[in-house]
Structures are given as structure tokens and as C-alpha cells.
């Protein structure tokens, strides 16, 4: 829905809005922009065309360099970035004994951090202990920044003296990848809000799962929806173990042909209706009330009373939630009443009314009264009118308690705790990126492509979107030496030859920068190329000699 400001609609430098959306704008004007440190524009709506989306663009195809023969390049899983010497089809390297280099931007090769590699951990145990050995799961935290959830205008001018202007917070994406006959395939994405002791209520010590998507690739398919449950339970346990008390889920599926996080779905694959995704997450909780991880769970509604909420300002207050919306309808339908039942202060003055100004001075103190006392009571007016809201959504909001106590557990930040990456900063930008770039995941194929294509992204950045600090010298390090055994231990490479020497295996990274710059981006793979020329020649004398005859 854009009837905000929006910066998420550019894509092959044309602003594009569909039908819904563009009459779903109120006013006569449209703000766009795709620069986020610029002001938005005001564009007349009469400046937009009505155009058809009926523009089919045919697949790219690539060449094999040594056969000639033609392939998809989405099928062929070909980057030219990656290798740049050209596309060299399965069948000519089986023929002629080719050998190149392998793919170094796998998932695998991505930094990882102490929740990637518990969430990583807890899934492929699971796997393991149900015999799936062939089956194994890579889980990466792509992005980790603070954000501030801005508290809207009608709500601050609601409560002027109470509400605070902000709720400070840091949003995580979560992404979890498989193997699939050689290549990495991404499955499930997540993105998370995590409000810290350090937050002002309601909003202290809660995490909010804003996002959780899947696409239907992971195998085997009997434990699919296992390893989804292991992902989120992972989480909570994670979380939990970091002081948080309480974690907030909006089980809402997607309207169909909407997309969460993941662009374009399998057509096949199922969309659950809101009950079944509600029994989802009830089951997932249950598991996790079993492992002694979640203490209960409840319904936003049972919640409220149960904590005897007073006033609007004791609802949990979460970035892209449906309450903060909802709220401020609200206060727009109140105060438009509230103006209705004003008296027109422009009548005309009666110049046979003896005291007229003192009456009108003396109505309009009674108006101030009036309007102050009707504020009092419309705060219990509105509290109840999202009450009754509540009261007819409260099953799609899961509200977790996650400890008895609340100094159970202290806060517990990450030594590697930011990682910058603008495509994967937020949904919405991760979401457009790939629609601009077409990277879909409506079939298995082209999964695996864009998947391909996205971790080249991610290894490439022009900025460093990872930062490494020395576990000894708490100094930040290029070059660091990643211990294969302890959780997201690294050294930097004066403290891994200092004596004693660390107890386990140490295995030499570097940053992606670094690694740019020692193997340059046109760096050519693993090819003989003597061997390729005299293939080359050989098959071009085949090709002659064939029309000689």
C-alpha cells in the first residue's frame, strides 16, 4: 500500500504503481524519491500515465565458448562476474577434462556471529538426529542496524506531554540456505525488531518478528515445516538467553500474489489460510513451551488485561505493526467528531444582544472546559475502541513470555554486533532490490539463480558489510584467524602468533575488501587456458573440415 511517502517504487528508472495503490492516495498528489538522505517529491497524480503490464522480455541467453551451443543463463547458472572468462557448458567440461575454478561467493564463506551459528547448530542437530545427513543448512545474519520506531503525529498530539517521540531498536535479517545439487538455494528469510532494557515502556525488553518467509524448496519436504519451527524456536531460545522477556508475533499471511519477503513464490506452493497459520504457530510454541524455553503465550487482547492496561501508551508500540496504524485512525475518527460537535465559532453578532462578548467570551471558556474534559473521557473512549478491535483480532497476535522474572537474565550485546548491507537492511528494501533485479524464486531454477546472483551482491559490496574485531586486542582486523571449534571466536594476525598458541584449529579469512583487492574482481578462474585454446582450435578444424565434406 503506498498511500505514504514511498521510495519503494522506482525500478528501471520509472516510478510504477499499481491500479490499488495509486487510487488509494487520497490527495492529488503522490511523494517519491529513491535517495533516501533527499526530500521527497510532490508529483501531481495527472502526471502518471495508465499503462498495461503486458511486456513479456524474453530470457538472456549465453553461449558456451568452446561448443557453441546456446543456454538460459538462468539454467546455465552463469555470472559473468564471476566468471568472466565466459560460460563453459557441463557437457564440454566432462568431454575435455576442463577444470575451473570453484564459486568462492557461497554462503558458506559469509561471515558468521554467535546467532547464526546457534540457529545454525540447533537446525542441523535436528537434521542430523532424524538421519538427514545429507541434508545440511547454512544460516547467515545478513544485516544488523539501529533503527528508532518514530511514534506518529496523531498519537504525539494525542498525548503531548506522555508519548515519547521514539522506541530505539536493532532489526536483524535472518536468511537460511541449503545445498541443492551443488548450489546454494536460499529457503527462508526472517526479520526481526529487538527492543533492549535500554528502551522505554511498553516496549523494554521485547522482540518483535516483523517477517518470516519461506519458499518451498528445502528437502527433504517432511521436515520442512520442522526446520521452520527449529529457525523460530532457535530465535526465541537465543533471545531469551539475552535478557529479553516477552516476543511478539502477527501471524497474518499473505494476500495472495503479495510478497513478504521473497519475490515471486512457487504457484504451487500452498498460501495458509489465517487459521492454519495460527495452529502453525501454536504448534511451534507448544514445542518450544516443551522444551522450556517459552513460559506461555497468550492472545494481545488476554494480555492487555491481564497487565490492566490503563491508556493507549501501554500497548507495545513495534515498527510496521498493525496497532500503531490502527491507533492513529482512530485518533483521526475522534477528533474529526470532536470538531463536528463544535459550535461555529464565526457567528454573527447580535447588535441587540446587550452582553454578547461577555457571553462569547464566557462560551468560549465553557468550549475549553468542554474540550478538556471530552479529551479525559475519549482517552477511555479510545482505549476501549481498540479494545473492541482487539477483541475481534486477538487470535492472529501471539504475545511470548519468554521469563518469570525480568533481571532473570541480564542484556548481553554482541562483541560483531552491526553489520551494514543496504540491500538487506529492511523488507522493503531488500524486496524492491530483487524485484529490480528480477531475482525470483518462482521455480527451483531460477531460485538457484537468483540466490547465485545475491551472494555475489553480498561478497561485493562496495562497502565492507562486515566488521571483525580481535577477541584478544578487541582491535578490528582485516585479516583475522576464524577458530573452527569455539562460537565466533577471531584473532587478529598478531594476536594468532603470539604465544600460547589458541587450543583449537584457527582457519585465515580475510574481509571482503581485503579479498577484493588481493584477487581483483576480474580475477580468472581456475582454468587451463592452453587447454582451452587448443580445444578451441581443435573444434574449429572439426567445424571446417565438416564443411569440406
Known sequence: NNSEPSRFNLSNDKYTFCTTCFNSVQSNSIFIGDDPTQTLIEIPKSLFLLAKNDIKELETMIDCIVCTRRWHQVCALHLDQIWPEGFICNTCIHQYNIKRKENRYIASELPVNNLSIQLEKRVNNFLHNHNCQTSHVIIRILSVSDKICKVKPNLKKYYPCQAVNGYPYQTKAIFAFQEIDGVDVIFCGMYVQEYDEHCPAPNTRRVYISYFDTVHFFQPKIYRTDVYHEILIGYLDYVKQHGYMYAHIWACPAHENLDYIFHRHPSEQRMPTLKRIQNW?????????????????????????????????????????????????????????????LDNPFE??????????????????????????????????????????????????????????????????????????????????????????????????????????????????????????????????????????CEDFDLCQKCYNMEPKHEHKMKRSMSSIVRESQYGKHNSLNVDDKSITSILCKITKMKINATLY
Open 281 to 341: 504457530c501454536k504448534k511451534m510454541l507448544n514445542k518450544a513451551i516443551a522444551e522450556r524455553i517459552v513460559i506461555s503465550y497468550k492472545d494481545i487482547m488476554q494480555d492487555c488485561l491481564d497487565n490492566q492496561v490503563q491508556t493507549i501508551l501501554d500497548i507495545p508500540y513495534f515498527d510496521g505493526d498493525f496497532w500503531p496504524y490502527m491507533i492513529e485512525n482512530y485518533i483521526e475518527q475522534i477528533e474529526k467528531e470532536e470538531y463536528e460537535e
Open 348 to 485: 454573527s453578532e447580535n447588535s441587540t444582544n446587550i452582553s454578547s462578548k461577555r457571553k462569547s467570551a464566557s462560551t468560549d471558556e465553557n468550549k475549553r472546559l468542554k474540550k478538556t474534559a471530552d479529551r479525559m473521557s475519549n482517552s477511555s473512549y479510545l482505549l476501549s475502541t481498540i479494545f473492541s478491535a482487539m477483541e475481534k483480532y486477538k487470535e492472529t497476535f501471539f504475545v511470548i513470555r519468554l521469563h518469570n522474572e525480568i533481571t532473570s537474565y541480564p542484556t548481553f550485546h554482541d562483541i560483531n554486533a552491526v553489520i551494514q548491507c543496504d540491500i538487506m537492511n529492511t523488507r522493503n528494501i531488500f524486496l524492491s532490490f530483487v524485484c529490480q533485479k528480477n531475482y525470483e524464486f518462482s521455480s527451483l531454477r531460477r531460485a538457484k539463480f537468483s540466490t547465485i546472483s545475491l551472494l555475489y551482491e553480498l561478497h561485493t559490496s562496495t562497502t565492507d558489510i562486515f566488521t571483525y574485531y580481535c577477541n584478544a586486542c578487541r582491535q578490528q582486523c582485516d585479516i583475522y584467524y576464524h577458530c573452527t571449534v
